[in-house]
């Protein structure tokens, strides 16, 4: 709990620094380093390590990120908490900072469950309504699920707009049998 307390005021610290123009790039950049490290699990181990000397973790960081846009903000960022000791919260603060973000721009996470690959053009029009419903701009993350049959499902925090050619069968069945 303490770490999770002391990545949020990181994460509040670093949000108040940006101007309002950076928000977006800094969330891409975000979504960047989320991926790395969610495909390098061992990324986490080598940062929190206290067998690994901080010198090292920084240079390690330097490189992870020479893609990373912006990478001299990200690495003040973290060199900070290496040197203080607080390299273990560098994950947990990224988690942080994305939350904060995401709230500060009124935006959603969610995931949108599709039977079938679909074309940007419904992709969009999928969006649309579903920002329409949230009244809220999404960030959706796809996912494939034959069972739905067609249609889609999208799922963010405790709402779900289910509009799949499974559910509109079933309905249909249920109809049936009351007939």
């Given at each position: 709990m303490k770490q999770k307390i002391l990545?949020?005021?990181?994460?509040?610290a670093t949000l108040?620094?940006?101007?309002?123009?950076?928000y977006h790039d800094v969330f891409v950049q975000i979504e960047i380093m989320k991926q790395l490290i969610n495909?390098?699990?061992?990324?986490?181990?080598?940062?929190?390590?206290?067998l690994v000397k901080n010198e090292a973790k920084i240079e390690f960081l330097s490189n992870i990120l020479a893609n990373v846009p912006d990478k001299e903000f990200?690495?003040?960022i973290f060199k900070v908490m290496i040197l203080k000791n607080r390299s273990e919260i560098m994950i947990l603060f990224?988690?942080?900072?994305?939350?904060?973000?995401?709230?500060?721009?009124?935006m959603k996470d969610v995931k949108l469950i599709l039977a079938h690959e679909q074309d940007q053009k419904t992709l969009d029009t999928i969006r649309e309504e579903i920002e329409g419903f949230l009244s809220s701009k999404i960030l959706y993350?796809?996912?494939m699920d034959k069972?739905?049959?067609?249609g889609f499902i999208a799922i963010s925090d405790n709402k779900m707009i289910d509009a799949s050619v499974l559910t509109s069968l079933n309905r249909f069945a249920?109809?049936?049998v009351k007939w």
């Open positions: 990545a949020k005021r990181y994460a509040q108040n620094t940006l101007s309002a123009d950076k495909e390098n699990p061992k990324l986490g181990e080598i940062v929190r390590s206290k990200w690495m003040k990224l988690y942080e900072f994305d939350s904060l973000l995401k709230a500060h721009l009124q993350k796809i996912q069972k739905i049959l067609g249920r109809r049936r």
